[in-house]
């Protein structure tokens, strides 16, 4: 059996422990040792400890039994070792995980809604409460009530109970354990919890709890909130953000809101008026292409090459001459070491095979490409050969005509 020395004592960063037993498991060295102060990874929801034994990475530690099994990427030869964990990693675990029985007290407290899942996560803490809705008040409210709390700075106690003892405590929920002895953490008369993670001696300690968003999730309402360092992490990103946006928009920082607003709307204006030029000019182009057609066996044939201009507004162009009856379509396009294609055809012009086309003269681009019976396209490296591709196109295509009224 592992001595939790981290259970005892939540602010030892070093002590001496002698090595129990030492196993080699895919490569790496399962080390117990008669005591620890590395927490295991997520015990009660709560991630591991970072840190060295003898200047070996830990790299991880987990729970077995009444054993904590610390993981080694290194052997390990000396019988007494030394165990030294990162301060930074167990404080800010410590914050976090105080920072959750507050937050859950003053739900508790406020709105008679019990925590039902809690999970430490990397950069962001998560709990799920027993209430169906809520409102931006109520959290407001909740989040004053726990950094009340945090401000008072009550003292926070662990001690072990039984089960009778236990009984007498005001636990909103029992622990489905059978242990004798239970560890409870008590934040002054505010709130008693069994838990077996570590925590702050003090409220004050926390620093603060910020809720960052809230989901129905579930029934229930899933909170994000980060507490201490990491709530100020979160609001120094938070300002450089708003204050880089107050200087770009030239206004104050609490008007970034309304100026970005009165800027989208007048975007969403501008879009609306330039699709309106944009399907004029379309329109005006397309007519002027119908007009210039070709007349072969009332079929109206048009081509045309156009530079650096985008494939989509190609298409587009496709698609609306065709909307004409008997009209047929083959349209290239270039832009620096790379050429495309597209042949379309009118409803009315069954017989008139452009997929057979395509595929006859798109090797002359070395390409690829496919489509339906009404339009296909593709595209290719050898744009000097662009021309030569679509007359070769309108060739065969006016074969076909003649086929198909001979």
């Not at 007494?80 to 508790?108: C, K, P, Y």
């Not at 009340?148 to 489905?176: R, W």
């Not at 008693?192 to 570590?198: E, I, K, L, M, V």
């Not at 662009?386 to 309108?394: F, Q, R, T, V």
């Amino acid at each position: 059996m592992t001595n939790k020395v981290y259970l005892e004592n939540s602010y030892l960063t070093k002590i001496k422990a002698i090595v129990k037993d030492k196993k080699i498991i895919d490569n790496t060295i399962h080390l117990i040792t008669n005591r620890t102060i590395f927490y295991p990874h997520m015990s009660g929801g709560q991630p591991k400890d970072e840190g060295l034994i003898n200047n070996v990475q830990v790299l991880n530690v987990y729970k077995k039994d009444d054993n904590i099994i610390h993981i080694l990427s290194e052997d390990i030869f000396d019988e007494e070792v030394s165990l030294t964990i990162d301060w930074n990693t167990r404080f800010d675990h410590m914050q976090q995980h105080t920072g959750q029985h507050i937050l859950s007290a003053a739900f508790n407290k406020l709105f008679d809604a019990n925590t039902i899942g809690f999970h430490l996560g990397k950069d962001y803490v998560y709990i799920d409460i027993d209430i169906s809705d809520i409102t931006k008040e109520q959290i407001q409210k909740v989040e004053t009530f726990a950094n009340q709390i945090i401000f008072s700075n009550f003292d926070i106690k662990t001690y072990y109970v039984n089960k009778e003892q236990l009984a007498n405590l005001p636990i909103k929920k029992v622990p489905k354990i059978n242990n004798e002895n239970i560890r409870i953490v008590a934040i002054d008369d505010i709130d008693y919890s069994p838990c077996a993670g570590t925590h702050n001696s003090t409220t004050g300690e926390v620093g603060l709890i910020k809720i960052r968003k809230w989901e129905k999730y579930k029934g229930n309402i899933r909170l994000e909130f980060v507490c201490g360092n990491r709530a100020l992490t979160d609001f120094r990103w938070k300002n450089d953000y708003i204050n880089s946006l107050a200087n770009f928009f030239s206004t104050k920082d609490d008007n970034i809101l309304n100026t970005a607003t009165k800027m989208y709307e007048e975007n969403k204006l501008l879009k609306k008026q330039i699709k309106k030029l944009n399907n004029d000019l379309l329109s005006f182009q397309c007519n002027e292409l119908l007009s210039k057609g070709k007349n072969y066996d009332g079929i109206n044939l048009i081509s045309n090459i156009y530079q650096d201009t985008q494939f989509s507004k190609i298409r587009d162009i496709a698609s609306y001459i065709t909307n004409s009856p008997s009209t047929l379509v083959i349209l290239g396009v270039t832009s620096k070491n790379k050429c495309q294609i597209i042949l379309a055809k009118s409803q009315n012009l069954p017989n008139i095979n452009i997929k057979k086309v395509f595929n006859q003269i798109i090797p002359l681009l070395k390409g690829s490409g496919g489509g339906n019976p009404y339009m296909v396209q593709g595209g290719g490296q050898d744009c000097q050969y662009l021309s030569n591709c679509i007359d070769n196109g309108l060739t065969l295509i006016k074969e076909q005509i003649e086929k198909s009224t001979g």
